[in-house]
């Protein structure tokens, strides 16, 4: 692992989202997006550890997944764009993205509804032997779904080899998880139905990249599903571009003291004072990947749109 | 192909038998499918044959199962997960039709849910509100879903061997009263087309499109208006039910004028409304009189014997139905009261046939 690398690749996350969300307000991405900004560690952290091989499932808030795992950025932009060349083809937008080729299997937006896909995907691993780990995102929110607790349980009744991420960032909207759930930490329940289970700070790469390194070599090598908790701090509103600090949920010194830990700025600091990396690297980052991105969003918006037509067929497999 | 005798369910089972043997990645799972009592004995003995790795047992999480199995179809199985009841895949909806439904359109047919979801439907000794529903409908609403409903074993056999063999969703519903029907089954495998619905007899005077169990007493209600009224009634089996072949009953009304749909659901809002409805916008002009739907009542079916009994339409409501449809006057004469005698069941409401003693 290459600590300069686990750094661009947060980045390049991050300035996709915020490219994203500058542009949003100019109408033509429409469809639901979730920002991820703040939470790049734990993408990145995880998927580092994963061959393209292995398979990750994940939710409404993807796009740090899809692109930590590989998928395609020309495709998921296009997507948000609603074109044909769209890793959909236009059929899903943000909630919506998938790369086969790079083993990101999909990600769709109904709480829980990946959840029991990834443990399906590690039944198929384990009575295939193909050694494939797969993984799966989601927050605490998701963690309500009873469904998740029947996917855990059946991971474990058969030693399966997936590896459970809960991104706990303790909003589902802008409800509190102390609205929601009783004070007890959520890996605990994990744990009793038989799970090898941590909790980390997700706003640290390296911890969430040792962590999880951990995890996933202990799920491919049998010894069965694992669960990681980290804790994360969501910057932007539930759904939309902006920040939403005038909204009030959450008082200015939680928000303050969340965006205090960027892991971005707080890793970019500790390769600076160990000297990996210097302000010139970053620079030199910052317009490789600005440029990246300025050909992604102009392949999308000169890409070709569908119609009614084409939106009418592959509703059935040949 | 040689073929002979077989039971519904056994004919079921032969279609496990035969799908399990040819492709290793078909795997079946559900509450209760290795137990002494196998799903009705259509899974006896296949996890002794093709082991546990194939053949399982599951925790009472069906829609965690459903999911569980989108996900091992997305990766490469073929899984088949049963339900006892139709009543208990309404825990896994969400999966159904959120998931199974749509994942192929929703990713732009980049990948493929090839599994079937076996549900059967109860009826009598009390099977009560819920153990007895009729839920094709639900389904069959849903683009991107097959619902299929075998009425005799030979489709049993034919239609499971294509769900299993087809690369989407296969909603399979049998109804409980159709497991001890027989008719001739091959022996080796074959595959009936999952798109056609079915003439399983012909006749020229009237039209009557039967979903699953109704076909049985269609059947019965046909040769009795035959023999008695010299009545020659064509009986359409809509053995699909999604998608729904409206041209062959379309086809058919074009020649008899007349039609009548018999459901096994409560009336408003089942499958043979909609049935009606497209042959109603595609035939009008072909129409002779409006259609006649028979269902059951837009009620749940009770528990009680007292209060089930004369529930179910029977082959004695389609017969009356028929008759009425084509302005025969029958009422007490002496050929009606012996028809109707003979339609009469010598059996309790509550059972299918002599051999059918509770618990079932």
Redesign the interface.
């Known amino acids: 692992m290459q600590k300069e690398s686990l750094l661009f690749k947060m980045l390049r996350i991050r300035r996709a989202e915020e490219m994203l969300a500058d542009r949003y307000s100019e109408q033509e991405m429409r469809c639901p997006m979730h920002l991820c900004i703040g939470q790049e560690a734990v993408a990145v952290g995880v998927c580092e550890n994963l061959e393209t091989t292995d398979r990750v499932y994940s939710n409404h808030r993807a796009h740090g997944h899809y692109l930590a795992k590989g998928g395609d950025l020309n495709s998921m932009i296009a997507e948000l764009y609603g074109r044909t060349t769209g890793c959909c083809g236009g059929r899903g937008g943000s909630m919506h993205l998938i790369d086969l080729d790079a083993g990101f299997m999909g990600a769709t937006p109904i709480v829980g509804g990946t959840v029991p896909l990834a443990v399906g995907s590690a039944w198929k691993s384990k009575l295939s032997s193909d050694n494939d780990v797969t993984v799966v995102f989601f927050g605490d929110g998701c963690f309500e779904e009873g469904v998740v607790h029947e996917s855990m349980n059946f991971a474990a009744l058969h030693a399966l080899p997936v590896v459970f991420i809960c991104e706990n960032n303790l909003f589902s909207v802008y409800t509190h998880i102390d609205d929601r759930q009783p004070s007890r930490q959520i890996y605990k329940i994990a744990e009793a139905h038989g799970l090898d289970s941590c909790q980390g700070n997700g706003s640290s790469i390296i911890e969430v990249h040792q962590k999880s390194k951990a995890a996933i070599n202990r799920a491919r090598a049998g010894h069965g599903p694992q669960f990681l908790e980290f804790n994360v701090y969501r910057w932007r509103e539930h759904c939309g571009p902006n920040f939403d600090n005038e909204l009030n949920y959450r008082s200015s010194e939680d928000i303050r003291l969340g965006l205090s830990q960027c892991p971005i700025e707080n890793f970019k600091s500790e390769l600076y004072s160990v000297n990996v990396l210097n302000e010139n690297h970053v620079a030199v980052f910052e317009n490789e990947i600005h440029s990246e991105l300025s050909a992604a969003f102009k392949f999308a918006c000169e890409s070709p749109s569908g119609d009614l037509a084409s939106a009418s067929m592959k509703v059935f497999s040949a | 192909m040689s073929s002979r005798e077989l039971t519904y369910i056994e004919a079921i089972k032969e279609a496990f038998d035969l799908t399990l043997e040819l492709d290793s990645n078909v795997?079946l799972i559900g509450e209760g499918v290795p137990d002494p009592k196998a799903i009705f004995t259509s899974t006896i003995g296949l996890q002794e044959k093709y082991g546990k790795?194939r053949i399982f047992d599951?925790?009472l999480?069906e829609?965690?199962?459903?999911?569980?199995?989108?996900?091992?179809?997305?990766?490469?199985?073929r899984p088949v997960l049963i339900h006892q009841r139709i009543d208990f895949s309404l825990l896994a909806v969400?999966?159904i039709i959120?998931?199974a439904a749509k994942?192929?359109?929703?990713?732009?047919?980049?990948?493929?849910v090839p599994v079937v979801v076996r549900m059967i439907v109860g009826r009598g000794w009390g099977q009560g509100p819920q153990h007895s529903q009729s839920l094709q409908a639900l389904y069959a609403a849903n683009?991107?879903l097959?619902v299929v409903m075998p009425s005799t074993a030979y489709d049993a056999k034919g239609m499971m061997i294509a769900a299993i063999e087809d690369?989407?969703p296969v909603i399979f519903i049998e109804h409980r009263w159709l497991h001890q029907t027989k008719s001739n089954v091959p022996v080796g495998h074959y595959r009936v087309n999952l798109n056609k619905a079915n003439i399983l007899r012909e006749g020229s005077k009237i039209t009557i499109a039967s979903f699953s169990y109704m076909t049985i007493e269609a059947l019965q209600a046909a040769e009795a208006l035959e023999a008695v009224f010299k009545v020659d009634v064509e009986i359409v089996d809509m053995r699909m039910v999604a998608p729904l072949d409206v041209e062959l009953v379309l086809d058919s009304v074009k020649k008899t004028g007349f039609l009548i749909a018999l459901d096994t659901a409560h009336k408003t809002g089942s499958y043979s409304a909609e049935l009606i409805s497209q042959i109603v916008e595609k035939g009008f002009a072909f129409l002779k009189a409006a259609p006649v739907r028979i269902a059951s009542p837009d009620f749940p079916a009770p528990t009680s014997p007292f209060m089930s009994k004369d529930y179910y339409p029977s082959a004695i409501t389609i017969a009356d139905a028929v008759l009425d449809l084509l302005s025969i006057d029958y009422q007490e004469s002496d050929n009606y009261l012996s028809m109707k005698n003979a339609l009469l069941k010598k059996l309790p409401d509550d059972v299918p046939n002599t051999d059918f003693n509770g618990p079932f």
């Open positions: 795997v790795q599951m925790p999480s829609n965690g199962m459903t999911g569980i199995c989108i996900g091992a179809a997305l990766s490469g199985l969400d999966q959120n998931n994942w192929h359109y929703m990713f732009n047919g980049q990948a493929n683009p991107g097959k690369n989407n």
